[in-house]
């Protein structure tokens, strides 16, 4: 009996010491933070440099400071040591330091949720296995990314809906930094667009969105392809311009790829032509 016994204390000592090991292996991730504060927008800027035997990963963001538990203007404003948490579904970190006068500076502690990649993993999206070039390699690296970005199984399961079949992990960083939701993509849909992700990120870097879509068929653009509207955002094509074209420009003779230099007028023209006249007027006014 006391044989059992003592094996039953050394298999739960041995669990102790798993859990224990398990616990401490989720808080290895640290590093360093700064913050400033920025009183046109009543938001605070955190920067957080984390440090790993792969090297060191650092993002930036601004935020509400009800998303930083623990931590009020007051205190961002003032001078002394503070206490304050980023806690979101992938995981929370933990930062200690202190402000002075709207700078702050410390060290913080990061701790992955462990239940949210099993959630993600019944999604389709295994956040343990690398797929992309554009996050870590390490599982744990990639679940405080995914923290500082707010990836959430809300916004996975939201571009599942809107029909996307083939997500990866990359695409939902992607969906989370450039804010790209299901919302968006029945809005470009019912504008005439449906997108891929990489396509939905480049209309949101370059804005263009259904109002855009709209004011470029006001100008007479309204069957240019998705692409033609990016150029036009580029090139900062707007109905002022348009409208200086008949009244100050002349027909510019340009060599068009992939064929002989052609003469351009205004009527009819497309959005490739604008594109030239004003990279070429801008360059050489007439």
Known sequence: MSKILKSLMIALALLSLCGASTAQSQQTLTGTWTASVNDTSNKIQLNLALRSERGNHQSGQSFEYSELQGLSSEQAHGSGAVKFSLVREAGRIDCEGSFQNGKGSGTFIFTGNQTFIANMKTRGFDFEKHTGINHPEDPEERLFVATTVNVTTALADDLLASGFSSLNVDDLFKAAIFNVDGQFIREMKASGFS???????????????????????????????FDSLVKMQIFKVTPEFVALIPAGYTPLTCACAGSAPKRMHTQDASINDVAVRWSISYAFPL
């Open 195 to 225: 997108l891929g992700m990489e396509d939905l990120v480049k209309a949101r870097i370059f804005k263009v969105d259904p109002s855009f879509v709209a004011k470029a068929a006001e100008m007479g653009f309204a069957n240019e392809s």
